[in-house]
């Protein structure tokens, strides 16, 4: 299993990023995906989810109405549609195939700074 993140970078409070997760070594279409971020001094926590098909998408209260988490099962991608972004959304964001065992990428880091 093999997931890499890009995307990430420097942003100024309202801004916007997309951020993409590339999975391979397993059928992607049969896996739910979901995005995590750890800010510094922080434990991870979950952002977003997406079943596998994409139809039902879950989101941390605090990115509801902001983030949109979306996949292409063609392309075996993951995507984190970040929209008004905030001092506090600054961490390294994850992707992660749900289920019992869960395997991480390398991160992307994201920073919201004037």
């Known amino acids: 299993v093999q997931l890499v993140e890009s995307g990430g970078g420097l942003v100024q409070p309202g801004g916007s990023l997309r951020l993409s997760c590339v999975a391979s070594?397993?059928?992607?279409?049969?896996?739910?995906m979901d995005w995590y971020r750890q800010a510094p001094g922080k434990e991870r926590e979950w952002v977003a989810g997406v079943t596998r098909g994409g139809g039902t998408t879950y989101y941390e209260d605090s990115v509801k109405g902001r983030f949109t988490i979306s996949r292409d099962n063609a392309k075996n991608t993951v995507y984190l549609q970040m929209n008004s972004l905030k001092p506090e959304d600054t961490a390294v964001y994850y992707c992660?195939?749900?289920?019992?065992?869960?395997?991480w990428g390398q991160g992307t880091q994201v920073t919201v700074s004037s």
């Open positions: 992660s195939r749900a289920g019992p065992v869960q395997y």
């Open positions: 070594g397993f059928t992607f279409s049969n896996y739910a």
